[in-house]
């Protein structure tokens, strides 16, 4: 008995097949990269998603020596806030706006002064912000009329996939509550929010289901086109952040998980929505009914040492970088990476702000900068961590994940930068994992997340503790330089854009 779990990320698709006790047999990814034909645009064909999906699944197919009767069902995960629009007939109207979009700046302001002071903030609980469904779609509809007339549908990037697996369009609620058009205590489509932008309710799918629901079974032509088995179901799945947890066993409180891969996450649950007055963390629905999760949303995480070891570090490898930065003391000689890149969620809610490094001398080589990036992530996580903190409590354990911890150089760093014993995990494509997960239980093969996370999850984590003397250096950086960057250079951001 196998399970096949899909994720869509916004740099590569991969797919991995686990057995029943969490073991990964089979793993294939295909990279891509989001269009940017203007400053702020980052848009996907979703085709290009599809062809990626069918190319991993036929390569783990024909990798893995077993018959595809075996893999009882897949689930699947997916970046989250994407606008993937579809007309009459289900074909896409245009390129899906991603969530790292930033173009619909005036967009959010409108909104955001619409919903200022009335119960809709109190519906989404979350910021208006470029790259939301709700955002982008208010977008098309103002500045692409003709498209905005053709469309019938919005869902979601991971839904689409779904929908050309089984044919079937739908929505489930991990995603549908991070589009600014649900109801986040009501658990449903807000037609307060419909009516109230006039946008016809017709547009979202009509029933919104759990993540281990089934949708169907895998269609014919898939079928022909992957070597799939017809008898194969296809279950909901969910928003990447909310598989990824799950991957690392994390779906009730009391656990939270800090994540840097192209993007930086930190996740924290809870049995009840918490509101955040000052609206720059975000509240999502989590797998189970009645679970939400907090989360601080870094825009440009791993995403800023790729574009450093692309343009100036002769395509190093990661480990090189890591290498590199072992070189280097706490602190870089002064040197220090203000990480965002193109406008931020948290703390700061501004699409305007720019990544600078502060501090540069004749002295600084490109090890330092290797380091200073990763030192500035980790401060960008930190500030996470504090509001996560703030809202929900200290939690008492903080699983650190993703290509951030990979190397022992960044992950030190980071327990030393956070000031805390952190656990790094040792399960590999955590999003994978948790979408094989859900799919377990959709298929019967366990009969609760609960079961299927025992079975399936091994939990021996690496501790790492940290450097006490590193981290009484860093806590004065982070204070003193580094959190006073954005207030000292919010107004030269807004002029230079």
């Not at 959010?108 to 619409?114: G, N, P, T």
């Not at 079937?168 to 807000?190: Q, R, V």
């Not at 000689?333 to 305007?352: I, Q």
Request: glycine letters at 8%; one cysteine or more.
């Amino acid at each position: 008995m196998y399970f096949m779990g899909i994720d869509i990320g916004t740099s590569s698709a991969k797919t991995a097949i686990f057995d029943k006790a969490g073991n990964m047999v089979s793993l294939s990814s295909k990279d891509y990269n989001p269009d940017a034909k203007k400053p702020g645009y980052a848009e996907q064909n979703p085709e290009i998603w599809w062809d990626a999906v069918v190319t991993t699944i036929q390569k783990n197919l024909a990798n893995l020596k077993i018959s595809p009767k075996e893999i009882c069902a897949i689930g699947l995960s997916g970046q989250m806030h994407g606008l993937v629009p579809l007309d009459q007939e289900g074909e896409v109207v245009r390129k899906a706006i991603l969530h790292c979009d930033v173009r619909a700046k005036d967009i959010a302001e409108e909104l955001m002064d619409l919903f200022n002071g009335t119960r809709l903030t109190d519906i989404v609980m979350n910021p208006i912000f470029p790259g939301f469904q709700l955002v982008s779609l208010c977008w098309i509809k103002k500045y692409e009329p003709d498209i905005f007339r053709n469309i019938k549908k919005i869902i979601c990037p991971k839904d689409y996939i779904r929908y050309r697996l089984t044919g079937k369009i739908g929505s489930e609620h991990t995603d549908a509550s991070g589009t600014l058009l649900y109801d986040m205590m009501h658990e449903n489509w807000s037609k307060e929010i419909f009516e109230t932008l006039r946008l016809h309710m017709e547009l979202v799918p009509e029933e919104i289901h759990d993540s281990y629901d089934v949708a169907g079974a895998v269609c014919p032509e898939v079928v022909e086109l992957t070597g799939l088995s017809p008898e194969t179901i296809v279950v909901y799945g969910g928003a990447d952040q909310a598989m990824h947890s799950l991957g690392n066993g994390v779906f009730q409180p009391g656990t939270m998980t800090a994540t840097i891969g192209t993007s930086g996450q930190v996740l924290n649950i809870n049995h009840k929505p918490v509101p955040n007055p000052h609206m720059n963390t975000h509240t999502f629905r989590h797998v189970n009914p009645h679970t939400w999760y907090g989360l601080g949303a870094v825009l440009h995480a791993g995403s800023t040492l790729n574009w450093f070891r692309r343009n100036f570090a002769e395509n190093s490898s990661y480990d090189e970088l890591s290498e590199m930065a072992s070189h280097v003391k706490p602190g870089c000689e002064g040197l220090v990476f203000f990480p965002c890149m193109g406008g931020e969620r948290t703390p700061y809610l501004d699409s305007e702000t720019r990544g600078m490094f502060v501090g540069m001398s004749m002295s600084h080589s490109k090890e330092h900068f290797a380091r200073a990036i990763m030192e500035g992530v980790s401060f960008a996580m930190k500030n996470s961590i504090e509001i996560m903190n703030q809202m929900y409590g200290e939690s008492g354990q903080l699983i650190c994940a993703g290509g951030g911890v990979k190397n022992p150089v960044w992950a030190q760093m980071q327990a030393d930068i956070y000031g805390r014993e952190i656990e790094v995990s040792n399960i590999s494509e955590q999003a994978c994992l948790g979408a094989a997960i859900v799919a377990s239980v959709g298929c019967g093969a366990f009969q609760d997340l609960e079961s299927a996370c025992e079975a399936m999850i091994q939990k021996e984590h690496l501790i790492i503790r940290p450097n006490l003397e590193n981290t009484k250096k860093y806590e004065t950086l982070y204070r003193e330089i580094y959190s006073q960057l954005y207030l000292q250079n919010k107004e030269l951001f807004h002029k230079m854009n």
